[in-house]
C-alpha cells in the first residue's frame, strides 16, 4: 500500500502546472502534516504533505481539511521563509520516493533566496524538509539524529539524497538489461526478483507482472521459458506506453465488502472476483479518495486522545464493575436456603444445645423427608444460630434487589459511554470533538473545572436528500439526537436507527398532515427514500463496515424518551424493519445533492 515511485512520477506531472505559483497559505493539520495553498493562474490550489508512516504521500487535494487554531512550530517557521514564495521547479531524482521544490523567496533583508522543500516518502523514514541554497537543513517537519541513521536530519547538517541500490529505470532499461538484472535473483519467486531488478515499483505491481506472465501459477526466475520472458517483456512495454502517453488507469483495489486494500498507476486483475476495482481520472483524485476517511480519523484521535482514553477506562471500569456485581448476584440464588436452614433450627429447638459444631435435621421442605446437615456456631445458643441464618437470607434478599438495579444501571451506563465513543470515532471538526466533551461534562464524567471559556456552539445536524427529494436529517452526538427526535421533528416524520446497535438517529422530513394524520403504512415515504435513509443510519453507525445491517424505522409520534434516561435513549412501538448495505458512494451521493 505504500506510494511508490512510478506513481509518485505521475503525481509529479500532475504538480507541473504549479510552477509559477506563489505560496498564499501554509497550515499544518496534524503533527506529520503540511498543507500548501498556492495561488496559480487556474486559481487556488492544495497542495497535501503526509510524513505518517503509512499514508505518506504528497498530492493534490480538495478536502475540506480543518486546521488548528494555534500553528505549530514548524508551520510557523516555514510561513516566515516561504509565505509570498514563487515555485520554480519540481525535481524527482530518478524513480526514487523524494520530490524537490524549488522555490524564489525574500530574506529578512530582503534579498531572493532559493530554497528546497524536499519531500521523503518512504515509509517510516518519511519527512519533510527545508534547505537553503547550500543544501543545509533550516529545518524539517522530523528531527533525526545521528543515534537513530547514520544520515542525520537536523539543522545545519547538509542534506544527501537517499543512496541507490542500483536497480532499473522501469522506462529506460533495455530488454536485455532487464534480463541480465533479474537472472541475479534465479531462485526468487517471479514477482519478488521483478521488485530486486526494477526501481520504483510497489509489490502489488510486481504480482500484476507476474500473473501477467503466468496466468496466476507461481514461476521461480530461474525457470521461466522462452514464453515468459516473451509476455513480461510485453507487459512492461505495454506499461511504459501508457506511461510516457499518460494513459495511466489509476486503480483503487477494495475488498467485495467495501474495505480499501491497495492502489496503482495501473489496471489490477491479479485477484479476479475476489477483489472490485475503482479507476480515477488521477493520481490526487485517487490518493484523496483512498486516505481521506483513515486521515480524518486520524486527525480525530490526534485531537481526542483524551477522550478516547476516558471513555476507553470508564467503559472497561463499567464492564467489570457489573460481570463483578453479576458473580455476586448469583450468590443470592442460595439466600432461600438459609432461610429453609433457619427454619429447621427453629422448629428443633428441643434437641439442639450450645456448643454444637453440626446437627442433622429432617429437612421438611423435601416431601421425601430426607436427612440435612446443617453447620452451626458452637459459641451461639440454637435461638442465635436460627438468627443468623435468618439475618444472612435477609442480608442476601435485600443484595439480590440492588444488585439487580445496579446492574441494569451499570449496563445503560456501558451502552451510553458505547454511543458515546461510537460518535467520537465520527466525529471529523473540533466543533464535533467540542460537543462531545461538553455532552460528558454535562453528565459528569468530566469535571467542568477543565472546561474553559463558553460552551461550544452546537452544530447543525448533517442534511441530505433522497433520490425523490424528501430531505434527510443526522444528528452527530447523543445531545443532538435528543434535540432532533423530541423537539424538531413533527409526528408524521419518520425516524430510523440502526437495530440493536449504537448509531445515529436518522429523520425523513414529511408532510405535516395535522388532526388527519393516521400514521398508517400509506403514509410513509415511498420505498426508495426509506432505503437510502436506511443506509444513511446503517452507516453512521457500527455497523459501517458490514455486509448489511437491519434498520428499524417508524413515525416519530412513536418514538418516547423515559424520564431520566441517558441522552440519545429512546423508545419506540411501530416499527418496521428493512435491511440494506451501507454504501458509502450512495451515501457520499446524498450528502453531495
Same mark, same amino acid.
Given at each position: 500500500?505504500?506510494?511508490?515511485?512510478?506513481?509518485?512520477?505521475?503525481?509529479?506531472?500532475?504538480?507541473?502546472?504549479?510552477?509559477?505559483?506563489?505560496?498564499?497559505?501554509?497550515?499544518?493539520?496534524?503533527?506529520?502534516?503540511?498543507?500548501?495553498?498556492?495561488?496559480?493562474?487556474?486559481?487556488?490550489?492544495?497542495?497535501?504533505?503526509?510524513?505518517?508512516?503509512?499514508?505518506?504521500?504528497?498530492?493534490?487535494?480538495?478536502?475540506?481539511?480543518?486546521?488548528?487554531?494555534?500553528?505549530?512550530?514548524?508551520?510557523?517557521?516555514?510561513?516566515?521563509?516561504?509565505?509570498?514564495?514563487?515555485?520554480?521547479?519540481?525535481?524527482?531524482?530518478?524513480?526514487?520516493?523524494?520530490?524537490?521544490?524549488?522555490?524564489?523567496?525574500?530574506?529578512?533583508?530582503?534579498?531572493?533566496?532559493?530554497?528546497?522543500?524536499?519531500?521523503?516518502?518512504?515509509?517510516?523514514?518519511?519527512?519533510?524538509?527545508?534547505?537553503?541554497?547550500?543544501?543545509?537543513?533550516?529545518?524539517?517537519?522530523?528531527?533525526?539524529?545521528?543515534?537513530?541513521?547514520?544520515?542525520?536530519?537536523?539543522?545545519?547538517?547538509?542534506?544527501?539524497?537517499?543512496?541507490?541500490?542500483?536497480?532499473?529505470?522501469?522506462?529506460?532499461?533495455?530488454?536485455?538489461?532487464?534480463?541480465?538484472?533479474?537472472?541475479?535473483?534465479? *531462485?526468487?519467486?517471479?514477482?519478488?526478483?521483478?521488485?530486486?531488478?526494477?526501481?520504483?515499483?510497489?509489490?502489488?505491481?510486481?504480482?500484476?507482472?507476474?500473473?501477467?506472465?503466468?496466468?496466476?501459477?507461481?514461476?521461480?526466475?530461474?525457470?521461466?521459458?522462452?514464453?515468459?520472458?516473451?509476455?513480461?517483456?510485453?507487459?512492461?512495454?505495454?506499461?511504459?506506453?501508457?506511461?510516457?502517453?499518460?494513459?495511466?488507469?489509476?486503480?483503487?483495489?477494495?475488498?467485495?465488502?467495501?474495505?480499501?486494500?491497495?492502489?496503482?498507476?495501473?489496471?489490477?486483475?491479479?485477484?479476479?472476483?475476489?477483489?472490485?476495482?475503482?479507476?480515477?481520472?488521477?493520481?490526487?483524485?485517487?490518493?484523496?479518495?483512498?486516505?481521506?476517511?483513515?486521515?480524518?480519523?486520524?486527525?480525530?484521535?490526534?485531537?481526542?486522545?483524551?477522550?478516547?482514553?476516558?471513555?476507553?477506562?470508564?467503559?472497561?471500569?463499567?464492564?467489570?464493575?457489573?460481570?463483578?456485581?453479576?458473580?455476586?448476584?448469583?450468590?443470592?440464588?442460595?439466600?432461600?436456603?438459609?432461610?429453609?436452614?433457619?427454619?429447621?433450627?427453629?422448629?428443633?429447638?428441643?434437641?439442639?444445645?450450645?456448643?454444637?459444631?453440626?446437627?442433622?435435621?429432617?429437612?421438611?421442605?423435601?416431601?421425601?423427608?430426607?436427612?440435612?446437615?446443617?453447620?452451626?456456631?458452637?459459641?451461639?445458643?440454637?435461638?442465635?444460630?436460627?438468627?443468623?441464618?435468618?439475618?444472612?437470607?435477609?442480608?442476601?434478599?435485600?443484595?439480590?434487589?440492588?444488585?439487580?438495579?445496579?446492574?441494569?444501571?451499570?449496563?445503560?451506563?456501558?451502552?451510553?459511554?458505547?454511543?458515546?465513543?461510537?460518535?467520537?470515532?465520527?466525529?471529523?471538526?473540533?466543533?464535533?470533538?467540542?460537543?462531545?466533551?461538553?455532552?460528558?461534562?454535562?453528565?459528569?464524567?468530566?469535571?467542568?473545572?477543565?472546561?474553559?471559556?463558553?460552551?461550544?456552539?452546537?452544530?447543525?445536524?448533517?442534511?441530505?436528500?433522497?433520490?425523490?427529494?424528501?430531505?434527510?436529517?443526522?444528528?452527530?452526538?447523543?445531545?443532538?439526537?435528543?434535540?432532533?427526535?423530541?423537539?424538531?421533528?413533527?409526528?408524521?416524520?419518520?425516524?430510523?436507527?440502526? *437495530?440493536?446497535?449504537?448509531?445515529?438517529?436518522?429523520?425523513?422530513?414529511?408532510?405535516?398532515?395535522?388532526?388527519?394524520?393516521?400514521?398508517?403504512?400509506?403514509?410513509?415515504?415511498?420505498?426508495?427514500?426509506?432505503?437510502?435513509?436506511?443506509?444513511?443510519?446503517?452507516?453512521?453507525?457500527?455497523?459501517?463496515?458490514?455486509?448489511?445491517?437491519?434498520?428499524?424505522?417508524?413515525?416519530?409520534?412513536?418514538?418516547?424518551?423515559?424520564?431520566?434516561?441517558?441522552?440519545?435513549?429512546?423508545?419506540?412501538?411501530?416499527?418496521?424493519?428493512?435491511?440494506?448495505?451501507?454504501?458509502?458512494?450512495?451515501?457520499?451521493?446524498?450528502?453531495?445533492?
Amino acid at each position: 500500500m505504500a506510494l511508490d515511485g512510478v506513481f509518485l512520477s505521475e503525481i509529479k506531472k500532475e504538480l507541473m502546472p504549479l510552477i509559477g505559483g506563489r505560496v498564499d497559505k501554509i497550515h499544518q493539520p496534524s503533527k506529520g502534516e503540511l498543507l500548501f495553498a498556492l495561488r496559480t493562474y487556474d486559481g487556488l490550489k492544495k497542495l497535501l504533505i503526509n510524513t505518517v508512516a503509512g499514508t505518506a504521500r504528497l498530492h493534490l487535494t480538495n478536502a475540506d481539511i480543518e486546521n488548528p487554531k494555534q500553528p505549530p512550530m514548524f508551520c510557523m517557521l516555514m510561513r516566515k521563509h516561504l509565505s509570498g514564495a514563487k515555485l520554480v521547479d519540481i525535481r524527482q531524482p530518478d524513480f526514487e520516493r523524494v520530490i524537490m521544490m524549488d522555490f524564489d523567496a525574500t530574506n529578512e533583508l530582503g534579498d531572493m533566496v532559493r530554497l528546497t522543500v524536499t519531500v521523503e516518502l518512504m515509509g517510516r523514514r518519511a519527512n519533510l524538509l527545508l534547505t537553503d541554497e547550500d543544501g543545509k537543513v533550516i529545518d524539517s517537519i522530523k528531527r533525526v539524529s545521528t543515534e537513530v541513521s547514520e544520515t542525520p536530519v537536523l539543522p545545519g547538517v547538509v542534506y544527501t539524497l537517499p543512496e541507490s541500490d542500483g536497480r532499473l529505470s522501469l522506462t529506460e532499461c533495455s530488454r536485455e538489461e532487464f534480463e541480465e538484472k533479474l537472472a541475479e535473483s534465479a *531462485k526468487q519467486e517471479l514477482s519478488k526478483g521483478i521488485m530486486k531488478t526494477l526501481q520504483g515499483i510497489s509489490p502489488v505491481f510486481a504480482r500484476e507482472c507476474a500473473f501477467f506472465t503466468s496466468h496466476s501459477a507461481e514461476v521461480i526466475v530461474g525457470e521461466m521459458t522462452p514464453d515468459h520472458k516473451d509476455r513480461l517483456w510485453f507487459y512492461i512495454k505495454k506499461i511504459r506506453e501508457q506511461i510516457e502517453k499518460c494513459e495511466n488507469k489509476f486503480t483503487v483495489i477494495k475488498t467485495t465488502s467495501g474495505e480499501l486494500k491497495d492502489f496503482c498507476f495501473c489496471n489490477i486483475d491479479q485477484y479476479g472476483g475476489l477483489m472490485v476495482t475503482k479507476q480515477f481520472e488521477s493520481a490526487s483524485a485517487l490518493l484523496d479518495y483512498f486516505y481521506s476517511e483513515r486521515d480524518s480519523l486520524s486527525r480525530t484521535r490526534q485531537k481526542a486522545q483524551d477522550l478516547f482514553r476516558l471513555l476507553a477506562n470508564t467503559i472497561d471500569r463499567t464492564e467489570s464493575r457489573v460481570k463483578n456485581q453479576q458473580l455476586e448476584l448469583k450468590d443470592c440464588a442460595k439466600r432461600e436456603q438459609l432461610k429453609q436452614y433457619g427454619d429447621l433450627i427453629t422448629a428443633n429447638l428441643y434437641t439442639l444445645e450450645k456448643g454444637m459444631t453440626e446437627a442433622k435435621l429432617i429437612n421438611f421442605y423435601d416431601p421425601e423427608q430426607s436427612e440435612v446437615t446443617v453447620k452451626l456456631d458452637k459459641r451461639l445458643t440454637p435461638v442465635q444460630n436460627a438468627q443468623k441464618y435468618f439475618k444472612e437470607y435477609r442480608k442476601l434478599d435485600t443484595a439480590e434487589k440492588v444488585l439487580e438495579k445496579l446492574i441494569s444501571q451499570g449496563e445503560e451506563e456501558a451502552k451510553y459511554l458505547d454511543t458515546v465513543l461510537d460518535a467520537l470515532t465520527r466525529a471529523r471538526t473540533e466543533g464535533d470533538i467540542a460537543a462531545l466533551r461538553q455532552e460528558l461534562t454535562e453528565q459528569g464524567y468530566i469535571s467542568r473545572s477543565r472546561q474553559k471559556g463558553k460552551p461550544p456552539k452546537a452544530l447543525p445536524p448533517m442534511k441530505f436528500k433522497s433520490s425523490e427529494g424528501y430531505e434527510i436529517r443526522v444528528g452527530r452526538n447523543n445531545a443532538q439526537n435528543d434535540r432532533l427526535t423530541c423537539k424538531d421533528s413533527k409526528k408524521t416524520d419518520v425516524w430510523l436507527h440502526a *437495530k440493536d446497535i449504537t448509531g445515529c438517529h436518522v429523520i425523513i422530513s414529511c408532510p405535516d398532515r395535522g388532526e388527519a394524520a393516521k400514521f398508517t403504512p400509506d403514509e410513509l415515504p415511498p420505498d426508495r427514500t426509506i432505503e437510502e435513509a436506511a443506509m444513511i443510519a446503517a452507516y453512521y453507525s457500527k455497523a459501517k463496515n458490514s455486509s448489511r445491517c437491519d434498520v428499524d424505522y417508524t413515525f416519530v409520534k412513536f418514538v418516547k424518551k423515559p424520564a431520566g434516561s441517558k441522552p440519545g435513549m429512546v423508545i419506540f412501538t411501530h416499527n418496521y424493519t428493512i435491511t440494506v448495505k451501507p454504501d458509502e458512494e450512495i451515501v457520499q451521493g446524498l450528502e453531495n445533492q
